[in-house]
Nanobody
Framework: QVKLVESGGDSVQSGGSLTLSCAVS????????MAWLRQHPDKKREEREG???????????RYADSVKGRFTISKDDAKNTVYLQMNSLRPEDTAIYYC??????????????WGQGTQVTVSS
């Protein structure tokens, strides 16, 4: 049974930092391309936007232009966990953050499995 559990979200002030975690069970992330996606408050679930993704070897990372230089994605295959270090947070980063396995080189989810997400709220 596939399960993704996101955690680490919080309410912070602009300029603050957070680290999100996504614990995955049901498949090994070592053989998957993984990504963090977010759903802004005024958007529907199907309008989630890709934020950061990492290749199955961990050697390739890609970021949305809006977070480049501020966010860092990483993973620990032994813990089957994906992380998102978020620095210099801005109010526009306010969203629910989800992780997912994606088709490599894209933001497209490979499976229709979703966790509950973790809420990040950034105040100015």
């Amino acid at each position: 049974q596939v399960k993704l559990v996101e955690s680490g979200g919080d309410s912070v002030q602009s300029g603050g930092s957070l680290t999100l975690s996504c614990a995955v069970s049901g498949y090994a992330i070592s053989s998957k391309c993984m990504a963090w996606l977010r759903q802004h408050p005024d958007k529907k679930r199907e309008e989630r936007e890709g934020v950061a993704r990492i290749g199955w070897t961990g050697g390739t990372q890609r970021y949305a232009d809006s977070v480049k230089g501020r966010f860092t994605i990483s993973k620990d295959d032994a813990k089957n966990t994906v992380y998102l270090q978020m620095n210099s947070l801005r109010p526009e980063d306010t969203a629910i953050y989800y992780c997912a396995a994606v088709r490599c080189g894209t933001w497209d989810p490979q499976y229709n499995y979703w966790g509950q997400g973790t809420q990040v709220t950034v105040s100015s």
